[in-house]
């Protein structure tokens, strides 16, 4: 069984910051990708932001510069730095974890997170 436990969603006003977290517990052999994905209302859920086992990162277009996604692989933990957040950036933000659950096996599996709410007024 594996667990995400995500947390540091908030109500801000707009040019505010966030840090949010997300850690995965359970039977983990090992992570490969972490990211986050947020879903405004109306809107299908969208990648914000990458990053691998070796530590590259990609994101949106629309959140270079302003996001920095992180992971300390010690503790099994995503983080994504929210700064000059917009409006725009209300949103559940959702982690998502690509691991394997064993070492005999080649096969990945994802798990999404519960979500957390992110609400910037201006």
């Known amino acids: 069984q594996v667990q995400l436990v995500e947390s540091g969603g908030d109500r801000v006003q707009a040019g505010g910051s966030l840090r949010l977290s997300c850690a995965a517990s359970?039977?983990?052999?090992?992570?490969?990708?972490m990211g986050w994905y947020r879903q405004a209302p109306g809107n299908q859920r969208e990648l914000v932001a990458v990053?691998?086992?070796?530590?590259?990162?990609e994101y949106a277009d629309s959140m270079k510069g302003r996001f920095t996604i992180s992971r300390d692989n010690a503790k099994n933990t995503v983080y994504l730095k929210m700064d000059k957040l917009k409006p725009e950036d209300t949103g559940v933000y959702y982690c998502?974890?690509?691991?394997?659950?064993?070492?005999?096996?080649?096969?990945?599996?994802?798990?999404w997170g519960q979500g957390t709410q992110v609400t910037v007024s201006s």
């Open positions: 990053i691998t086992s070796g530590g590259s990162t």
């Open positions: 359970g039977s983990i052999f090992s992570i490969n990708a």
């Open positions: 998502k974890v690509v691991l394997k659950l064993t070492p005999f096996s080649l096969r990945e599996y994802n798990y």
